[in-house]
């Protein structure tokens, strides 16, 4: 394998050389052992060897999570494939992987994964040696025991001279808690807003919808902010697919006509990103004012929504109703008011509001996407309330879901098939401990950790903000990065991150790939991916469970994230026992014997695996045999249980049917056991984060970043200097920033600018031009999509590009959205991605498509070239 990579590095890595050497390496090349040691075999006879199909972990966070087999010859993997262990059907479909899952032998055998322990060249112990050269630095190649010595003294060093809380960690992992801890990061990152509000408004139960065959059920569904044929691979297109042949119709709300509209949409809402408080609010006032809200409905289910109907010892002019319609603040929130914030047609909004009222049943889902945005609480409130305004709760074919996204949308209802736990129990981190609420006070004590958007800042500026506390200082002197993915790409503000990774003194990563958090490091570690682990579970939805296999043993001098958490906590003078008690193969089978599935009656839960006392001889673990539906052999072979589904069975689920039909005996867990319209203890818990304030019922205030703010005077109408709204989205050829680096995802899916004609015409844009995209806190380039998909005035940019920045023009060439997006702490933590205010304009310099860009492959002195 050496000697192949070795060949690579010295070609000019295009996309055909990439192709054939990936091919190579995966058809032509066998792993033997636990070792590297290779045997050569025939690539075309290879191929046409009997060989295994093995499940493989497809562990990204894309939320399809679906069914991988890799076909493995001689040790060698030479195909894969996706779910074809039973015949698809709509009712029992199969768990087809996507483009990503598919080139993902790309990723397992690239060229680019790291092989061996690195140190930065002019890294020195206990001072950093020339921090500002992180990033840029040349690589020299150490061996295990110099790296893990090299991060125990560092480690060391930094808690007995500044203590614990001098060291910041997205994921602290076993030994580092075990060693006093660090300060870590806390927030809201995929859910948006959402979490508080969903637990004081609706006592934290609606998340996903009515179950997937009762979509059939709805005569109008409508996706807010949602993109799953993108965002949530998998099944969950398929099955709104369903429910359109099924006689549903399809509107959707978002600034893009995105593809998911393309493929369901009977009519689609463009709306101005964080300005969807505004729409809902216009709504809301055609509704009340044309007596189309179910009155009925809000008296025995809500408070809130008007005066005859508030919490005890609530305002009773602090009611929605009058709020709308302006009875007090003089401003009715009419579709003409709504129209001027968030840009949609003032009769679309009638029509839709019309629409929204009348058709019953209706299912009304909105993803995170339009809650990641500066105060998005708000966008929640006046979400769920305008849909409880319709009555389309807890019967058949209706519901209000909120924060429906990956394995949740379009599926509602318990998980018909689970995994048991991995048993043990790791120790806690003692430095951090996050905000709890309700409480009188709950920033009163220090140990707790930097929110997300402010980490960055806390490192540069030696101080975070602790709520109603204020600011409280900081001393940041080192960076752990083990097991924590791509912390300073998928952050807001790299720049930022780029300032704060250059001020610390120490910073150690593991990885994969030379990544952009990984390039910044002084000692970076090869860490092992699913594919060369024991193995493992994962889910995708509801109904099924994936039992992936080990397919590779590990490349090069990878190791897996608990070795190295082992090795570090012994050198700190900690027992790996005291922290991590079980072996890999023990934690695996506790999985599978805790394995449990709905019964057929939906009465309960009952083993899935059958195991005897030979299966657990043959694995060498410590369990108990136990009778199941299916054999471990089978179910091992198979690598995935799904539980067939029909019309009519048991498990069709009904979200709040039981509060519907009696809400005395089933109360919700909020503050009146109805649905809270007017929630003060919602906004007290979002005021005391201390970034800003929410009112108790839904109302529209102008926010950072937001649509207002791309004018220096609103009310005049006067541009800023950043007139344009910028959208990050969840991009095809990506999860998050995973698989990035997959030249055939590059040049399948290219990260373009979407732009609306009249944007660019007024710029000077034309096809195929390069642009440069500018926001407060930084700039990146890319070749634009002139298109009139996209809302006049936004601008669309997929997320989780790595990161290319241009140390002399701070330019970011690959187009990472985080360069543009700044730390801009908001409500609960929250990460605003979708509150960005950008200028565009013509870039004149060339810019090579990035499909044909080399692979980051690192040749470290003193390594194997």
């Known amino acids: 394998m050496t000697k192949f990579f070795d060949k690579i590095n010295e070609m000019t890595i295009s996309r055909r050389n990439f192709i054939k050497a990936s091919t190579a390496a ?63 059907s709509p009712d029992y479909p199969q768990q087809r992987g996507c483009a990503r899952g598919r080139s993902q032998r790309q990723q397992i055998f690239g060229a680019d994964r790291l092989r061996y322990p690195m140190k930065r060249k002019n890294w020195n112990p206990g001072d950093g040696g020339k921090r500002e050269l992180r990033g840029k630095d040349e690589w020299v190649r150490i061996s295990w025991e110099e790296a893990l010595d ?61 179950d997937r065959l009762d979509l059939r059920n709805s005569k109008l569904i409508v996706l807010w902010g949602a993109n799953p044929v993108w965002s949530s691979g998998g099944n969950p297109a398929y099955n709104f697919k369903q429910a359109k042949e ?25 709306v101005r990103p964080g300005t969807d408080t505004a729409l809902l609010l216009g709504m809301a006032h055609y509704m009340i004012t044309n007596n189309l809200h179910d009155q009925e409905f809000l008296d025995k289910y809500c408070v809130g929504f008007d005066a005859e109907h508030m919490p005890e010892g609530a305002d009773p002019k602090e009611n929605f109703k009058d709020y709308v319609l302006g009875t007090y603040d003089g401003t009715p929130k009419t579709p003409e008011w709504a129209s001027e914030h968030c840009g949609t047609d003032p009769d679309l909004i009638r029509s839709f509001a019309h629409e929204v009222a009348v058709t019953k049943p209706m299912t009304f889902t909105s993803s995170s996407a339009a809650a990641r945005t500066s105060v998005g609480e708000q966008f929640c409130q006046a979400f769920l309330t305008v849909g409880w305004m319709t009555g389309n709760v807890g019967k058949p074919g209706a519901s209000v879901c909120s924060n429906n996204r990956h394995n949740t949308q379009s599926y509602g209802g318990p998980a018909l098939v689970k995994a048991g736990g991995a048993g043990g129990k790791s120790p806690a981190n003692p430095v951090y401990k996050e905000p709890t609420f309700p409480g009188p006070d709950p920033f009163k004590t220090d140990w707790h950790g930097i929110v997300i958007d402010e980490a960055w800042d806390a490192v540069i500026n030696g101080e975070y903000t602790a709520g109603v506390r204020g600011k409280q200082p900081c001393d940041i002197r080192m960076i752990w990065n083990i097991g924590s993915g791509n912390v300073l790409n998928q952050n807001t503000d790299i720049m930022k ?114 195991i005897t006392a030979e299966d657990i001889a043959a694995l060498g673990v410590k369990g108990t045999p136990q009778e199941g539906r299916i054999s471990y052999q089978e179910f091992k072979e198979q690598g995935v249980y799904q539980v067939p589904r029909s019309p009519g069975d048991q498990y069709t689920y009904i979200d709040y049917k039981d509060f519907i039909e009696d809400p005395e005996k089933n109360p919700l867990g909020t503050e009146s056991g109805k649905f809270q319209i ?75 600018l979407y732009i609306h004609p009249a944007d660019a015409a007024a710029r000077g844009i034309a096809k195929n031009d390069i642009v440069k995209i500018s926001s407060r806190h930084g700039q990146v380039i890319r070749p634009v999509y002139i298109t009139e998909r996209i809302m006049p005035g936004t601008l669309t940019l997929g997320q989780g590009a790595w990161a290319e920045v241009d140390d002399a023009t701070g330019i970011c060439k690959a187009g990472a959205t985080n360069v543009l997006n700044g730390g801009l702490p908001t409500g609960q933590g929250v990460q605003a991605y979708n509150t960005c205010n950008v200028q565009v304009e013509k870039y ?11 692979k980051r492959i690192v040749a470290a002195q003193g390594g194997n070239k």
Not at 31 to 60: D, K, R, S, Y
Not at 539 to 558: H, R, V
């Open 678 to 752: 007017h929630s003060q203890g919602l906004a007290d818990t979002i005021n005391a984060y201390g970034w800003n304030t929410l009112a108790p019922i839904p109302k529209y205030q102008y926010v950072t970043e937001g649509y207002e703010e791309t004018f220096a005077n609103f009310e005049k109408k006067e541009k800023s200097g950043y007139p344009l709204q910028l959208t990050t989205i969840h991009y095809a050829r990506r999860s998050h920033s995973t698989l990035d680096n997959i030249s055939w995802l590059r040049e399948a899916f290219q990260n373009r």
């Open 844 to 854: 004149d310099s060339k810019l090579e498509t990035d499909y044909l860009w080399p």
């Open 497 to 610: 991150g780029i300032e704060a990774f250059r001020k610390v003194e120490f910073v150690v990563t593991s990885a994969h790939f030379l990544t952009a958090t990984a390039q910044y490091a002084d000692i970076v570690l090869p860490a092992t991916t699913e594919w060369e682990r024991l193995g493992g579970f994962l889910t995708g939805n509801p109904e099924m469970i994936i039992f992936y296999s080990q397919i590779t043993q590990p490349m090069f001098e990878a190791k897996d994230d608990d070795w190295m958490y082992a090795e570090i906590g012994k050198r700190l003078g900690l027992d790996p026992a005291d922290f991590d008690p079980l072996s890999p193969e023990q934690k695996l089978f506790n999985m599978v014997a805790g394995c449990t599935v709905m019964k057929e009656d939906g009465s309960g839960y009952e083993k899935l695996v059958t």
């Open 246 to 270: 099924a006689g549903a119709k399809f509107i959707i709300v978002d600034p893009l006509y995105n593809d998911t509209a393309q493929l369901l949409a009977d009519q689609w809402i463009p």
């Open 150 to 210: 090299h991060v125990a003294a560092e480690l060391k060093r930094v808690k007995e001279t500044y203590g614990n809380k001098a060291i910041l960690a997205k994921s602290t992992g076993p030994a580092l808690n075990a060693y006093g801890g660090a300060m870590t990061y806390w927030g809201c990152t995929s859910d948006g807003a959402w979490p508080k509000p969903q637990q004081f408004m609706n006592g934290g139960r609606s998340r996903g919808s009515n």
């Open 26 to 88: 995966a058809a032509s090349l066998s792993l033997v052992g636990c070792g590297n040691t290779l045997t050569t075999t025939n690539a075309g006879q290879a191929a046409n060897e009997e060989g295994t199909w093995i499940t493989a972990a497809c562990w990204h966070n894309c939320g399809g999570r679906c069914l991988n087999k890799a076909l493995v010859v001689d040790g060698v993997v030479v195909r894969q494939k996706t779910d074809d262990t039973h015949p698809d």
